[in-house]
């Protein structure tokens, strides 16, 4: 599979796409890389400026008819400068289409609530924002939702213990 970075994914000019070729045009300075899994050009990832998310996503869905948010997530990379990715796969069920977005954040920033464009990111953010401690600015009620509240921490950090202070040492064989 020559060609492919880290055998992953290959970059490609994505230019000739309606859609990308529409936001670069709404939002110039917004849109920082289009790449595309597996040659898949029907699947592309497009890495935003998490300052434009709300309106990129107010877009997708009014204009493009991506009216199904299907997952919100969030990813830790501690060794890197945005040490926190916010990722958002969209549907479209009237074309059949699916695009992803990624908006990076470093440590402490905040990100846009997408709440007021679809309902369900309000639980989808609510388990970013416990899991691994990511904050959405204007989200109605961003509380834990699957941890206790004195619950300290946060556990999908790729630097948060995996095991108690108390606990005895691991045997190795």
Same mark, same amino acid.
């Given at each position: 599979? $020559?060609? /492919?970075? $880290? ?22 300075? $917004?849109? /920082? ?27 997708? &869905?009014?204009?493009? &008819? ?5 997952? /919100? ?6 060794? &890197? ?30 990100? &846009? ?61």
């Amino acid at each position: 599979m $020559a060609g /492919l970075c $880290a055998g992953h994914c290959k970059k490609l000019v994505m230019e000739e796409n309606g859609l990308v070729k529409s936001l670069r045009e709404r939002f110039p300075d $917004a849109i /920082l890389e289009v790449t595309a899994l597996r040659d898949l050009k029907s699947e592309i990832t497009i890495r935003v400026k998490k300052d434009s998310i709300l309106d990129i996503c107010a877009c997708l &869905k009014k204009e493009f &008819k991506f009216n199904l948010l299907s997952d /919100l997530c969030g990813v830790h990379y501690p060794d &890197k400068d945005e040490k926190f990715e916010v990722v958002y796969h969209l549907f479209s069920i009237e074309t059949k289409e699916r695009v992803r977005l990624k908006a990076g954040l470093r440590e402490g920033e905040k990100v &846009k609530s997408v709440t007021s464009v679809w309902g369900t990111a309000d639980w989808h953010e609510r388990e970013a924002f416990d899991l691994l401690g990511i904050g959405f600015e204007d989200h109605p009620n961003l509380k834990r939702i699957l941890l206790p509240d004195d619950w300290e921490g946060h556990p999908l950090r790729k630097d948060y213990p995996y095991r108690s202070k108390d606990a005895e040492p691991e045997k190795t064989p």
